[in-house]
């Protein structure tokens, strides 16, 4: 069987997932940050830690759904092997 993969697709979405969940953590640490050196700033400690929650936790999908192995489309290529076309 003949199976068609749209790798730029899946590299587009690899690499997402890496930025996103690097700029996470980012964020995440900024607000830690801001939160113990200025803890008047309150609110925007607050404000980064949900955004950082936000973007670590798209990254963290999308890492486990394009990067890991074995992916979506890795299973079904060997599932599929065995039948004719």
């Known amino acids: 069987m003949r199976v ?5 697709f899946i ?3 690899a690499r997402l997932g890496k930025y996103s969940s690097i700029a996470g953590l980012a964020i995440l640490t900024g607000g830690m940050v801001i939160n113990f050196a200025k803890p008047e700033l309150f609110e925007l400690s607050l404000f980064a830690l949900v955004a950082g929650f ?7 999908y ?7 192995p074995p992916r979506g489309d890795e299973v079904l290529t060997k599932s599929l092997k065995g039948l004719s076309n």
Do not use: L, Y
């Open 4 to 8: 068609n993969t749209n790798e730029r």
């Open 62 to 68: 999308n890492v486990t759904r394009w990067v890991k």
């Open 11 to 13: 590299a587009q979405k």
């Open 54 to 60: 936000g973007v670590a936790s798209i990254g963290a």
